[in-house]
Structure formats: structure tokens, C-alpha cells
């Protein structure tokens, strides 16, 4: 599987964009960025996945560079309750397993 | 749906004792996949079924550690004989073909004292 690269942690005020940046300079062809996120104490939750091409739900959006090395998160309105670690995983498309990093720490303040 | 239903939610006991944690996946969904997270060590993976039968056990620490799956509603990790060590988080996940994500139990907490 594709390492991938966070920073450990970020801040962010309330009510403005948070970006979340991965590196994954190793990725393959026919692996896919996904985007999982924990709230303190509670089980990982996905937010977004992407191949190549930029996503976006109603949680976030994901931009992917066009070399595919790296990508980000952006939350556009962030709120006290994303604060929670991010986790970037690469992995291939119908492969099940999920191996997590460390994350970033994003904590969201008044 | 209840989504992923872990049991019990905390579980506090004595080295040497044997520990069975629980997990009902979302129905319909095939696959179920157990971690465990520390401090020291984050989430890891420690094993994950497909239709019932282990596919990756690559992760499960040592042979202290045993995962069944006897039917697609019902998986239990044990732990026999449990040590200080293995005080974690442990969560049960499902997934199936059809979904792009893996939905997450709220955990259980063991404490090995």
C-alpha cells in the first residue's frame, strides 16, 4: 500500500476553511485517496473518496493534483464539532483493507 | 439501520482472564474487520472476513488472539489469557461491494489490570 504523509496537527478558526494536506508520492495507478475522519472517542467515520478527478459531498471536498502525489481536504465551513483527527489512506479500488497513518489533529476554535 | 452493534461497550478485568468481545455487522454487509487502537500504536488492523471466512489475519498479534465469524450477523475476538498489553479500543467494521466505505462500531474499551 501507498504511504502517505500529514502533518500532525492544524488549528482552524470557526467558520472558515480548513485545508487538510496528504502526500502520496508513491500512489499507484489504481489506487484511490479516501478520507476518514475520528471524533474523540468514537469509531472512524468516511468522508470522501477520489481516483483522480476533485469530489465533493456534503461533508467535504477532496482536490487531487493532477500528478496524483498529493491531495487536499477542505472542509469549507468548519465547525467546532469537525474538530477530530483526519486520516488520508490510499488504497486499491476493491481492495477492502484500510491501514491508518497517524493523522492530523485538527482542532477547530471559537 | 443500528449500524455496527459492539459489546460490550467496556470491559474491565484481570490478567490471565479470558475477554470475548462482540460484533453484529449491518445487515446484508459481507465483510467485517476487527482493529484495535492505542495510544502508542494508533489503528490497527488485526483481521478481516469475507463472507464468513478470514481473509487477512496478518495483524493479530499473536495466538493469544482468536476471531471467528460463525454466521454473517455474529463475530467475536477473544483474548485468552488477556495481558496488561492489550488494554486498547477495539472496533468491529463492516462493508459490503456496494458501499464505498467502511461504517465503524462505536468501540469497545478493555482495561487489563
Redesign the interface.
Known amino acids: 500500500d501507498a504511504k502517505t504523509t500529514q502533518p500532525t496537527s492544524m488549528d482552524c478558526a470557526e467558520g472558515r476553511a480548513a485545508n487538510l494536506p496528504c502526500n502520496h508520492s508513491t500512489i499507484s495507478g489504481n489506487e484511490y485517496v479516501y478520507w476518514y475522519r475520528q471524533i474523540h472517542s468514537q469509531g472512524p467515520q468516511y468522508i470522501i473518496h477520489g481516483l483522480k478527478n476533485n469530489e465533493t459531498n456534503e461533508m467535504a471536498s477532496l482536490i487531487i493534483t493532477e500528478d496524483r502525489k498529493s491531495s487536499t481536504l477542505i472542509l469549507p465551513h468548519a465547525t467546532l464539532r469537525d474538530t477530530a483527527v483526519y486520516y488520508c489512506i490510499v488504497r486499491p479500488g476493491g481492495y477492502n483493507k484500510l491501514i491508518f497513518g497517524a493523522g492530523t489533529r485538527l482542532a477547530v476554535h471559537p | 439501520d443500528a449500524g ?1 452493534i459492539q459489546s460490550p461497550r467496556h470491559e474491565v478485568t484481570e490478567m490471565g482472564q479470558e475477554v470475548t468481545l462482540r460484533c453484529k455487522p449491518i445487515s446484508g454487509h459481507n ?1 467485517l ?1 476487527w ?1 484495535r487502537q492505542t495510544m502508542m500504536r ?4 488485526l483481521i ?1 472476513f ?1 463472507n464468513n471466512v478470514p ?2 489475519d496478518s495483524g493479530m498479534p499473536e495466538d493469544r488472539f482468536s476471531a471467528k465469524m460463525p454466521n454473517a450477523s455474529f463475530s467475536t475476538l477473544k483474548i485468552q489469557p488477556s495481558e496488561p498489553r492489550d488494554s486498547a479500543v477495539y ?1 468491529c ?1 463492516s ?1 459490503s ?1 456496494l458501499e ?8 469497545t474499551r478493555l482495561t487489563v489490570l
Do not use: H, R
Not at chain 2, 494508533?42 to 488492523?45: H, R, S, T, V, W
Open positions: 455496527v465483510s474487520f482493529y494508533g489503528l490497527e488492523l478481516y469475507n481473509i487477512d472496533f467494521a462493508t461491494e464505498n466505505e467502511q461504517f465503524f462500531g462505536p468501540g
